[in-house]
């Protein structure tokens, strides 16, 4: 399945780390400090049910994640 976050903030991000970690292909749209954070750190998830790391693009142009045809 293919999917895109927009809003990679502290909820969409944790929800896209989790289905990237599933196997899903994940987008990651943001703005501002944490589109920043993720192009340069990636995704980093602490959690009780487990920490992981995920490299995903992310971007604040949704052209550049497939999702605008012209």
Known sequence: MKLCIFG???IGGYLGARLAHAGHGVRLI???DHLAALQTDGLQVESIHG???VDRPATDNPAEAG???R
Do not use: S, T
């Open 51 to 53: 920490d992981m790391a």
């Open 67 to 69: 999702l605008m045809r």
């Open 30 to 32: 943001a703005r501002g």
């Open 8 to 10: 990679a903030g502290g």
